[in-house]
């Protein structure tokens, strides 16, 4: 059984930093893309980013590039997303999903964790 598991959410002030981690079991992890995407209220799913196999290529969304980077440990089944300069409009729940090629379609992920939530405060 395909799991994700995002955790590291929390209360931030603006300008500050979070890393947030993703732990995917049930799966051979090192043969899947891993993206994050998030959603805001009110608001529909936004991709951030993605990276693939090993690390080695990243894509990142215009409102996630140059503040957001994500990285993998395989030895972890791990994928990381660190968050810096942090914005209020940075507020939303934030997922991780497993894509079998390079997309920035949520709908081409197979599976998303059940998200963490980060606020912002300005």
């Known amino acids: 059984q395909v799991q994700l598991v995002e955790s590291g959410g929390g209360l931030e002030q603006a300008g500050g930093s979070l890393t947030l981690s993703c732990v995917a079991s049930?799966?051979?992890?090192?043969?899947?893309?891993v993206g994050w995407s998030r959603q805001a209220p009110g608001k529909e799913r936004e991709f951030i980013g993605s990276?693939?196999?090993?690390?080695?290529?990243?894509h990142y969304a215009d409102s996630a590039e140059g503040r957001f980077t994500i990285s993998r440990d395989n030895a972890k089944n791990t994928v990381y997303l660190q968050m810096s300069s942090l914005k209020p409009e940075d507020t939303a729940v934030y997922y991780c999903?497993?894509?079998?090629?390079?997309?920035?379609?949520?709908?081409?992920?197979?599976?998303w964790g059940q998200g963490t939530q980060v606020t912002v405060s300005s």
């Open positions: 999903g497993l894509s079998a090629h390079a997309t920035v379609t949520l709908a081409e992920f197979q599976s």
């Open positions: 049930g799966m051979s992890f090192h043969r899947y893309f």
């Open positions: 990276i693939n196999w090993n690390g080695d290529w990243t």
